[in-house]
């Protein structure tokens, strides 16, 4: 048996390329400047397919599918921009920005936010679907951060990273569909956490203004994750 | 030399910053101003919104019954109708009372943090709706500004574009915020 | 035949406001009232927001004066956090609200009412706006334009952006300042300085034209209020609170602005979403003060800048007593406008002012806050209530145009009974009346927390209901 990986040849968007077996369509299109947009994906942490922005047409397919969870095969045929797909994303970030309550002129993250600039680069500046308004809480107890519900899109990279990373588990996901809500342990306040260790990871890689550090509102806010590959490599000993 | 277009500028529940944005262009004003009559306008005496009008700008949500008949009149009597800032496009700091609706803001502004003759105003004011919405939500919209407020270039570069003839796509050039 | 004459919308002025005039049978001007027709609720759905996301929002109150909640809020979240904030983050705020004085005064006088001031009150409606005055008086616009723009970029150098600059914050401000910017600054003084005296010199020459409407613009006797230091001089960003009356005794000095609701009364009335803030101890509506411009000058026979002491006293001289007209808030604006950018210019010239430390931080340690900065338009407070970790569970805003509601609702019916008598309803009578509200230069988004605006028209109808006349106003 070869240890090595397998090498696999594709086409995306016309040009043909290879990649590992066990790549990604993402991952392959990435080390190819081929760029798609995502949200929920971030380096250093699993991928679970959850904000769709990915989606790309793979000729064969019925339906569009998610780049950032699925492996390239040999012959594939990818499209990763076209009318079709440009409406479907912009139509997904309208959803999210309808889904719950993102004032982007009064928030922490305003200028430092993921879900702001993929508005700006998929050109979307309206939302055709109704505002949904929710009634959702914000959750001040923890000395350092504050957990904004209305601001969040349930990436889960919160939660990802405190198990992958931390270890902690603190962050998870409650509810199905629209009465889903990250918690933090039994959907307790999160100041009264048993598991938080205050590492501040869920900081870092939450693309918006959800989880924020409280002195730092007002200050222009920059995220750092990039630490996440290397965290990942000292903690697997394996390459990312 | 191209004609002289007719301008009407709006404001619904905002702030005015939108406003004050268009005047943050300064000089540039007064240079574009041999491209437009300003017909209708808070900075203008003229009180009846004109029969045809070829660009109004509109700042703000729709939050009153007296915002919607009169955006739903501007829509009417208006060529391009140009939704200006995050309260016109997305409701913004405007529509933050839908969560909770008119009611506990009564309760808050007239009963609790007032010390004389608590009652809801209702004589010549316009009945508050419940929900604050935007502009495209009512009427349909023909250029969208992003911004909280945007920038006066943005605004300058949208008067040009529209005061001749075209309708300019602000996505990817203005961001929410 | 009695009749009710209605002006809606009230133009050239910030925000939704109209006016209702009651006559009688004999054709006299018995009410008038002044309705702000929206209502936005600030002081309701900011509940449950982390407090010190409260500036930010706050300055939505307002594009205009968005400073000025910036700075009040700030202050009270400065409370909240029981810090002292470093020396020059205070003053690097004065800088920005004296900033945002001057180009809201130039806003009100140039673009708003100098349309009236200089083509006079029964000009061509058509041609009564800024766009015209630039062109019939290319010099008076330039200087109008520039000073408003100076005031801009002051803001926009220390802040980054001109509207809704959210560089103050709790405990300071986000960034400091640097050399480049300071000399920057300085270097547009002079520039400043000449546009304001010209207009100064040139509507001090041309007020004797407007003799018959200073006696009748909302000229009647009130209290008056504003912050003022230890010197008993006009402050516009400490200080405690003074109230004067028409006499110009201190009825109510070394207030401190933290207790504010012990002397601060607000009533409602069924016609306006504005409230009316009153002087409890003389109870609604013999409790009636003003705000503002004409306020601060009545407060102090002199301020501590050269150039704006000399025409302060100039101003106060026009009377041995307070000044009662609020005309005079048009002259009042351009004194201040002077004795802003010379503070602004002071407040450079200490090297302390690139001190880099402009932020205290801290947590809760206070439940509760107040803020309190003279705005353009008067005195201006923020009031939070947070609960352990600082999420407001109640605020209450006073706002400097509220202040001065009672005042112009009485202006309006003094104006109204000079101008309207019996049958005629002339344009020019129209603007005079609107022109008096325009002396307050109110800040109607402001006073409702909200905004709007509303179209004019005028009905004379009989008691039967049919319509007799209708003026509209194009």
């Known amino acids: 048996m070869s240890a090595e990986p397998n090498i696999r040849t594709l086409c995306i968007d016309g040009v043909d390329i290879s990649a590992r077996s066990d790549q990604t369509i993402l991952e392959a299109a990435r080390e190819h400047n081929v760029s798609i947009p995502t949200l929920c994906h971030l380096d250093g942490l699993s991928e679970v397919g959850a904000c769709r922005l990915c989606l790309v047409e793979v000729k064969g397919a019925r339906r569009l599918l998610p780049a950032c969870v699925t492996q390239v095969t040999e012959g594939m045929e990818v499209t990763t921009h076209s009318p079709k797909i440009d409406r479907y994303r912009t139509m997904i970030l309208e959803l999210f920005f309808a889904e719950r309550n993102h004032v982007c002129s009064v928030c922490v993250a305003n200028g430092a936010c993921e879900l702001q600039s993929l508005a700006l680069t998929l050109g979307m500046t309206h939302v055709e679907i109704p505002y949904q308004y929710p009634q959702l809480p914000v959750d001040a107890s923890h000395p350092r951060f504050t957990v904004d519900h209305n601001r969040c899109v349930l990436c889960t990279r919160c939660v990802r990273v405190c198990s992958e990373i931390e270890g902690a588990n603190t962050w998870g996901v409650m509810g199905r569909g629209g009465q889903s809500l990250v918690i933090t342990d039994l959907k307790e306040p999160w100041g009264d956490s048993e598991t938080c260790t205050s590492c501040g990871k869920c900081v870092q890689v939450c693309p918006t203004g959800a989880i924020f550090e409280k002195t730092r509102a007002g200050s222009k806010v920059r995220k750092h994750p990039e630490f996440l590959p290397y965290l990942r490599i000292m903690r697997e000993g394996e390459q990312v | ?177 | 035949m009695s009749r009710t004459i209605v002006i809606d919308p009230v133009t050239r002025l910030e925000g939704h406001g109209k006016i209702t005039l009651q006559l009688d049978n004999a054709g006299i001007v018995q009410d008038a009232t002044f309705h702000v027709t929206q209502l936005r609720g600030f002081e309701k759905f900011t509940e449950g927001r982390p407090f010190y996301e409260m500036p930010n929002i706050t300055a939505r109150i307002c594009g205009i004066c968005p400073v000025s909640h910036l700075v009040a809020s700030s202050k009270a979240c400065d409370a909240i956090l029981a810090v002292r904030i470093p020396p020059v983050a205070a003053d690097l705020r004065r800088i920005m609200n004296y900033a945002q004085l001057i180009q809201s005064h130039a806003l009100s006088f140039f673009y708003l009412s100098s349309p009236d001031l200089l083509l006079g009150m029964d000009a061509n409606p058509e041609e009564r706006s800024i766009l015209h005055v630039a062109r019939s008086h290319p010099a008076v616009g330039a200087d109008g334009i520039a000073l408003r723009q100076f005031g801009q970029r002051i803001i926009e150098m220390l802040a980054g952006r001109r509207i809704h600059p959210g560089w103050t914050v709790p405990g300071g401000v986000n960034e400091p300042l640097s050399a480049e910017k300071r000399d920057q600054m300085l270097s547009m003084i002079p520039a400043a300085l000449a546009a304001v005296e010209r207009t100064i010199t040139w509507f001090r020459g041309s007020m004797e034209k407007f003799a018959a409407e200073i006696e009748v613009f909302a000229n009647f006797p009130t209290l008056f209020m504003g912050l003022v230091n230890d010197h008993g001089l006009a402050e516009y960003y400490d200080g405690s609170l003074q109230v004067i009356d028409s006499e110009g005794n201190i009825i109510a000095g070394e207030l401190d602005p933290a207790r504010y609701r012990d002397f601060i009364g607000e009533a409602v009335e069924p016609f306006t979403y504005m409230k009316f803030p009153y002087y409890k101890p003389l109870g609604y509506p013999g409790g009636t003060y003003r705000v503002g411009p004409l306020a601060r000058l009545n407060l102090a026979g002199r301020c501590d800048t050269p150039l704006a002491d000399v025409e302060w006293r100039k101003f106060r001289a026009m009377s041995p007593r307070p000044l009662l007209s609020s005309f005079h808030y048009h002259y009042a604006r351009l004194i201040e406008i002077l004795h802003a950018t010379e503070k602004i210019e002071a407040l450079l010239a200490n090297p302390a002012i690139l001190d880099k430390h402009v932020r205290a931080t801290a947590s809760v340690n206070n439940l509760e806050g107040v803020g309190v900065a003279e705005a353009p338009r008067g005195t201006l407070i923020h009031h939070y209530k947070v609960d352990e970790n600082g999420l407001i569970t109640w605020a209450n805003l006073i706002i400097a145009t509220g202040q001065n509601n009672a005042a112009m609702n009485r202006g309006i019916l003094q104006a109204a009974r000079h101008y309207v008598q019996g049958d005629q309803v002339a344009e020019g009578m129209l603007n005079r009346v609107e022109a008096v509200v325009r002396t307050f230069d109110p800040c109607l988004s402001c006073s409702t927390h909200a905004m709007g605006r509303m179209p004019l028209c005028i009905e004379l109808r009989a008691p039967d209901g049919s319509l007799v006349r209708e003026v509209r106003r194009d």
């Not at chain 2, 969560?99 to 009564?106: I, K, L, R, S, Y």
């Not at chain 2, 009652?119 to 992003?146: C, F, I, K, N, S």
């Not at chain 2, 945007?150 to 075209?166: F, M, N």
Request: net charge negative; with cysteine.
């Open chain 2, 1 to 177: 030399m191209s004609e002289v277009k007719t301008l009407a500028t709006v404001w619904l529940d905002g702030c005015s910053g939108c406003h004050m944005s268009l005047l943050d262009m300064d000089e540039r004003l007064i240079e574009l101003s041999s491209q437009f009559q300003l017909v209708y306008s808070p900075l203008v005496d003229r009180k009846i919104f004109p029969e045809r009008v070829d660009v109004t700008l509109v700042e703000g949500a729709v939050a009153s019954e007296d915002d919607l008949k009169k955006i739903r009149k501007i829509r009417e009597h208006t060529t391009v109708l140009v939704s200006l800032g995050d309260c016109a496009l997305t409701g913004n700091v405007s529509a933050m009372r839908n969560t909770c609706g008119p009611q506990p803001v009564f309760l808050r502004v007239y009963q609790e943090n007032a010390d004389l003759h608590r009652q809801v105003p209702t004589v010549g004011v316009p009945a508050l709706l419940d929900r604050v919405r935007p502009v495209h939500e009512v009427v349909p919209v023909d250029v969208y500004v992003p911004g909280c407020p945007p920038s006066a270039d943005t605004i300058y570069q949208v008067l040009s574009e529209t005061l001749a003839g075209r309708l300019p796509n602000l996505g990817g050039i203005a961001h929410f915020g």
